[in-house]
Nanobody
């Protein structure tokens, strides 16, 4: 139905920046909600940021002021701009989207913050 593909992860120094991208394809009508999750080793998957169709955004307290979620000019693309990265941000980041009442997940992209 819907395929999500993340890109942009990698190794970055503390204080550095990365921009993650998520491209959606398939049977798409609205993608009313798109989200970024992350999962660090030994920890639960947590919600990082949310973008709704009307333009609203929400962020986890741990990333507020440092991360920005946005939708691209391409209709089915969402980004996560990550600034002032910390070692605690190291995780696999997953794109998530709701389409026609169903949640879809990408395969994840690794972000490693280390000096």
């Amino acid at each position: 139905q819907v395929e999500l593909v993340e890109s942009g992860g990698g190794l970055v120094q503390p204080g550095g920046s990365l921009r993650l991208s998520c491209a959606a394809s398939g049977t798409i009508f609205s993608l009313s909600s798109m989200r970024w999750f992350r999962q660090a080793p030994g920890k639960q998957r947590e919600l990082v940021a949310t973008s709704v169709l009307g333009g609203g955004t929400n962020y986890a307290d741990s990333v507020k002021g440092r991360f920005t979620i946005s939708r691209g000019n391409a209709k089915n693309t969402v980004y996560l701009q990550m600034n002032s990265l910390k070692s605690e941000d190291t995780a696999v980041y997953y794109c998530n989207a709701f389409e026609s009442g169903t949640a879809y997940w990408g395969q994840g992209t690794q972000v490693t913050v280390s000096s």
